[in-house]
């Protein structure tokens, strides 16, 4: 059974830091873009970072770019969001997802339907 599962999150206060991991279980996402997503309440859910298989493509939503840093260790089958100057803004639900195996090691996406597999997400609080 595949299975991501998060942590990490929490209540911070506003310019705090939060770091969320996923651990992969089930199969290898050593070939899979990862992504995190969140969602705020009453709002849809939304992309905010991804990254290739080969680490070294990345996107990130403008919202947390300079800010936010997604990063993989495929040897763990691990995926993490570094969450720096945290705002209000931010609160929401962060999800990882992985998507199928990609011919190519620089692809990455940042729309949801293109992910397989997701994680129930971890709440991340930040308060003013």
């Known amino acids: 059974q595949v299975q991501l599962v998060e942590s990490g999150g929490g209540l911070v206060q506003a310019g705090g830091s939060l770091r969320l991991s996923c651990a992969a279980s089930?199969?290898?996402?050593?070939?899979?873009?990862m992504g995190w997503f969140r969602h705020p309440p009453g709002k849809e859910r939304e992309f905010v970072a991804a990254r290739s298989w080969n680490t070294f493509m990345t996107r990130y939503a403008d919202s947390v770019k300079g800010r936010f840093t997604i990063s993989r260790d495929n040897a763990k089958n691990t995926v993490y969001l570094q969450m720096n100057s945290l705002k209000p803004e931010d609160t929401a639900v962060y999800s990882c997802?992985?998507?199928?195996?990609?011919?190519?090691?620089?692809?990455?996406?940042?729309?949801?339907?293109?992910?397989?597999?997701w994680g129930q997400g971890t709440q991340v609080t930040v308060s003013s």
């Open positions: 089930g199969r290898t996402f050593s070939r899979s873009a």
């Open positions: 997802a992985a998507t199928a195996d990609l011919p190519s090691s620089d692809q990455l996406s940042m729309t949801q339907q293109e992910y397989h597999y």
